[in-house]
């Protein structure tokens, strides 16, 4: 079944909604007015790079080919926060040229955003996420995270979110909430990973959860539709009960009932039922745990992350069903620009400056902002998926270390029309596993080396469904004028596994501009 927009208009959608919300000039011109600041809620950077990569495997082939490739990146990054208008956009297009193959020269586009608009006062909000990134399609095809090798088992994909909802009170102490949530995903190449999602949330809730007891009835119709596939719906009605125990601790009691048809021809009813912690002792310290029992079997989501001056500790447990075919396993703690966001929260509390100052530590380490730890892989129908998460990073007087780990399971939760051919079509479940750890020395104020180590495994139900991805990397990066930075540097990575292995050894240099 054919759902939602074809790719095109949601590459327009994504754009045109995100920057309406972040960016508009009237909505410019009025936060500016409101701030009192002359438009200094609002920061805008754009940006300049260019790179030349020699490899010896340039289609990442058993048979290794060299060239080299030229690599130029165009990019823009907006931020702003207002009273009533907030966002967030990275933007980028990088044109690829090889010397000797140029039936491989692409245009590549990376979008990132996320924004929020407040239409009336305390009472009607928008809100918008977006995302338009490469992603690899099977988990045991040849995986690389270098966008400058030409990889037949990657293809871009477009997701889109957007979310209008009221809420506000409802005489004493008690407050509604009715969202509406439309979302979809798009693939260039792999059309049965094309889904969309909507539905419709109404929620009451009242009581102060911090004092005194609170209640909170929830109500959800939400319907998901994949192109090759079926179409599913669930229902369900929660309600929850909040004591805090002690000042920092909070407990709930979860219970409900919920019918889906996800996996059945017909809605069934079952019965819903939990508990759930929130630890909150420090702003540098949380916690939070829940624990449900549902109709595919226990759900658990649990939180925790812990600062200090100098580190940030974090991990993440979850099982749930995910409705999306886009990057399935590419969530949890995020990516490598997350992890340092959250880092840096103690030393920058200012949201603006500390972006900048995470973007210039990714330029120093050559880390690519946007990569996980594992890269998921697309699926053509709705999944359950277990995910764990662990990071830690240590910022230095002259050293860093940032240390990334993640692990998921990935099954089918429903049957699909006949034909689909994708990983959950070969094996009942694809288990990911990876690791990659970055350290980097400041040799003078304006220089620095780095050194990366990553590994990644999928495993099906067979050996014959497996592959591993191990990378080294090491550069130096140097400030060589006013916001220009140069960047040298090589690795080798190597791939096994029962398709496509191979070794890659490149060298490779960049400068890059900021204005």
Request: proline letters at 4%; aromatic letters at 8%.
């Amino acid at each position: 079944m054919t759902v939602g927009l074809p790719l095109r208009p949601a590459l327009g959608v994504v754009a045109l909604a995100i920057t309406t919300l972040a960016c508009g000039p009237a909505a410019r011109a009025q936060e500016a007015a409101q701030q009192g600041e002359g438009g200094r809620a609002w920061r805008f950077t754009p940006s300049l790079s260019v790179q030349q990569t020699f490899t010896d495997n340039y289609r990442i082939q058993p048979d290794r080919e060299s060239d080299a490739v030229t690599q130029a990146t165009v990019g823009m990054r907006l931020v702003g926060a207002g009273t009533r208008l907030r966002g967030d956009l990275d933007l980028s297009l990088t044109g690829l040229a090889y010397a000797r193959h140029s039936e491989e020269n692409n245009i590549q586009r990376y979008l990132r955003g996320n924004g929020s608009v407040e239409l009336l006062e305390d009472r009607a909000f928008v809100e918008v996420n977006g995302s338009v990134t490469q992603q690899q399609i099977s988990a045991f095809g040849p995986a690389t995270d270098n966008p400058a090798l030409a990889n037949d088992n990657r293809t871009q994909v477009t997701n889109l979110t957007i979310s209008p909802f009221i809420r506000g009170p409802l005489g004493g102490s008690v407050q509604y909430e009715a969202r509406y949530t439309y979302g979809l995903t798009r693939s260039s190449q792999f059309g049965a990973a094309d889904s969309s999602t909507s539905g419709l949330l109404l929620s009451l809730q009242g009581g102060d959860r911090q004092r005194t007891l609170s209640w909170s009835v929830a109500a959800n119709s939400q319907v998901s539709d994949f192109s090759e596939g079926e179409e599913s719906e669930s229902d369900s009605l929660r309600g929850t009960l909040s004591y805090p125990v002690l000042p920092s601790v909070v407990l709930t009691g979860i219970g409900g009932v919920e019918r889906s048809d996800l996996q059945s021809a017909t809605k069934e009813r079952h019965s819903i039922s939990g508990l759930q912690l929130e630890w909150v002792p420090s702003e540098r310290t949380n916690l939070s745990a829940r624990f449900e029992r549902r109709y595919f079997g226990d759900s658990h989501a649990v939180n925790f992350s812990f600062r200090t001056p100098r580190t940030v500790w974090t991990f993440s447990d979850t099982r749930d069903i995910n409705l999306l075919g886009g990057g399935t396993g590419n969530t949890g703690l995020g990516s490598v620009y997350d992890v340092l966001f959250l880092q840096f929260a103690s030393v920058e509390p200012d949201l603006q400056r500390r972006d900048l100052l995470v973007r210039s530590l990714i330029t120093q380490l050559n880390l690519n902002p946007n990569a996980t730890v594992i890269p998921g892989f697309l699926s053509a129908s709705p999944t359950l998926q277990r995910r764990q998460s662990l990071s830690l990073a240590l910022v230095g007087k002259r050293s860093n270390l940032l240390l990334q780990a993640s692990q998921s399971n990935t099954q089918r939760v429903n049957n699909v029309a006949s034909g689909i051919s994708d990983d959950l079509s070969r094996a009942d479940n694809v288990r990911q596993r990876g690791f990659d750890v970055t350290f980097s020395h400041k040799l003078t104020p304006i220089a620095s080396v780095s050194t990366s180590v990553s590994w990644q495994r999928s495993r099906g139900d067979t050996n014959a469904q497996s592959s591993a991805l191990k990378t080294v990397s090491t550069g130096y990066n140097t400030q060589i004028g006013y916001r220009t930075s140069l960047n040298v540097g090589a690795r080798y990575t190597q791939s096994t596994g029962s398709v496509q292995p191979y070794t890659e050894r490149a060298v490779y240099g960049s400068v890059g501009f900021s204005f």
